[in-house]
């Protein structure tokens, strides 16, 4: 039994730092999201009784031990204990942008895992089990499964049967709304989301002021879309991102995702603003930044940010896709 399935990643408009539930994978406020058109993953996954044991490839290469392989196997049993079967698996999975540099490469790649795993394993999941499953592997893959505006619903049930992701609008609502990602370092970065959030929780004085406010946040983001109110969507995402910021860096160890390179964009981005040229930042678990603006600003912001020395490269994305089952295996 073996499927494809291609998803999406995605960039928080107001994030998602600190759980609720470490075994369920439950936040403590909800979230709000952008599906990407540019960036995905691509997963095969088949089972089969031929394998003495779990496999998994990444970008051509076998990952045996590590962090990553961990976390594959153990949704491969979560899988496996949800379809009642006890064969192994080989999974075969490719980014088309450098894994774990704050890119969201986790959510799209356990909700590649998901989709593929479920329907190699039998199981018919509608988009909302999905998001669970995926919740489950790495809580912003929950957002991984749908198109377009996407928010992560905290929920209340203890088991998370309510906490998934949900569309607020299709990637034709804002045809216009720009992402423009600028892959600052591609190097693996220094503390993973998921350690770096538990640290935060557990350390950081200011993590109460987060837990108040951000689940508004969330709820204002949301109408700030279905307006498609840019000035205020930008606004607020890049303040909820400062706010998590400064969670992380008054964390004990301080946790700093930030490069030279990041702050210069930042300090740019705000001068140029004051100039008339509208535009915002956001930055997750690592030291890219992605800016926010209109399709009107996006030639002239992309000239701009060539022009600062020490980004790799510059992609410009729009709302994307839903998780699709593809035809073609990778193996
Ligand atoms: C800063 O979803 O990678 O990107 O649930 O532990 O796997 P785990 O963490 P992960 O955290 C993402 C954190 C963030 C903000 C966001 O995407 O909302």
């Known amino acids: 039994m073996k499927a494809t399935a291609q998803a999406q990643s995605n960039i928080a408009l107001t994030k998602y730092w600190g759980k609720r539930d470490a075994k369920w994978m439950l ?15 691509v997963t095969t996954v088949e089972f089969d009784s031929n394998y003495a044991q779990d496999e998994f490839w990444l970008n051509r290469q076998k990952m045996a031990e590590g962090e990553e392989a961990k976390e594959v196997f153990a949704h491969l049993d979560l899988i496996r204990e949800m379809a009642k079967i006890s ?17 969201a490469s986790s959510a799209s790649g356990l909700a590649a895992l998901s989709m593929a795993g479920a329907n190699a394993a039998g199981l018919n999941l509608n988009k909302i089990e999905l998001s669970i499953l995926s919740r489950r592997g790495s809580g912003s893959a929950a957002r991984s499964i749908e198109a377009g505006f996407v928010e992560w619903i905290r929920g209340t049930d203890p ?21 423009i990602v600028n892959i600052v370092k591609t190097g693996q970065k220094k503390w993973k989301s998921r350690a770096g959030m538990a640290q935060t929780v557990a350390t950081c ?17 949301r109408e700030f879309i279905l307006k498609k109110d840019f000035t205020a969507v930008g606004k607020l995402a890049e303040f909820n991102s400062l706010k998590m910021h400064a969670t992380m860096i008054t ?19 705000l001068q140029w603003r004051e100039e008339g040229l509208e535009s915002y930042f956001t930055m ?10 209109l399709e009107k600003d996006e030639k002239e912001l992309v000239k701009r940010l060539n022009g600062i020395s020490g980004i790799e490269r510059i992609e410009a994305c729009k709302a994307g896709p839903a998780a699709k089952l593809l035809e073609k295996h990778l193996f």
């Open 27 to 41: 936040p403590n406020n909800g979230s709000v999201s952008m599906t990407l058109d540019q960036f995905f993953t």
């Open 284 to 293: 997750d678990a690592g030291p890219q930044v992605k800016v926010m603006c």
């Open 87 to 103: 064969t192994k698996a080989k999974v075969m999975s490719e980014n088309n942008f450098p894994t774990a540099a704050g890119l």
């Open 251 to 269: 964390t004990q160890p301080p946790i700093v995702y930030w490069h030279p390179v990041t702050v210069d964009i930042m300090q740019n981005i």
């Open 205 to 221: 004085p200011y993590y109460p002021v987060w837990k108040e406010t951000a689940q508004k946040d969330s709820e204002q983001m």
């Open 159 to 179: 088991e998370g049967k309510d906490s998934h992701g949900r569309q607020i609008a299709p990637p034709e609502h804002w045809p216009e709304f720009r992402m």
